[in-house]
């Protein structure tokens, strides 16, 4: 619980704004929870993800691309509640003619890393490949998606 409320609050500060991209900083992220855990006496001998199933914690990985999907789709950019004077370059699909969902992402390249892995362009893949039960739940406890990386 207090892993939680003070801990994990911080890693996952502005993660919308700062995602890490490199591998060091998602491991160096995801050490602190591997800490964390083994600080639990009873449980400090399993593997990491006997001690997250235990624990009931998802990864910080899967909690970052949940927190994104949260933000892009369900209920706040596509169905427009946010701001208006708030612009996000994403800009859906005229003709969806392949499966997948009918609120798909146009998916652009970038050449710098600037734009490359900002938000509006890391997420369209994840939310492209989304089912459509995921795209038209009403909450965001609606439907629970794999814990796995």
């Known amino acids: 619980m207090f892993y939680k409320s003070l801990i994990r609050s911080h890693l996952e500060y502005a993660n919308s704004i700062w995602n890490p ?6 491991k160096d992220l995801e050490k602190v929870q591997m800490r964390a855990t083994k600080l639990v006496i009873t449980i400090k001998n399993l593997t990491y993800k006997d001690r997250l199933k235990r624990l009931k914690l998802p990864t910080l ?5 949940r927190g994104d999907m ?6 706040k950019i596509s169905t427009n509640k946010y701001d208006s004077r708030v ?8 003709y969806s003619i392949t499966r997948g969902h ?3 992402l146009v998916n652009n390249r ?3 890393d600037l734009r490359k892995f900002s ?3 890391r997420i369209v893949n994840v939310w492209n ?10 909450t965001t406890d609606t439907v629970t998606l794999s814990k796995e990386d």
Request: a positive charge.
């Open 119 to 121: 938000f509006a362009s």
């Open 110 to 112: 970038y050449h710098y």
């Open 102 to 104: 009918s609120l798909k």
């Open 70 to 75: 949260i933000e892009v789709g369900l209920y």
């Open 21 to 26: 991209h490199r591998l060091g900083l998602i």
């Open 61 to 65: 990985k899967y909690r970052r691309i």
């Open 129 to 138: 490949s989304l089912p459509e039960i995921v795209i038209s739940a009403d």
């Open 87 to 94: 612009k996000l370059y994403l800009e859906k699909q005229q």
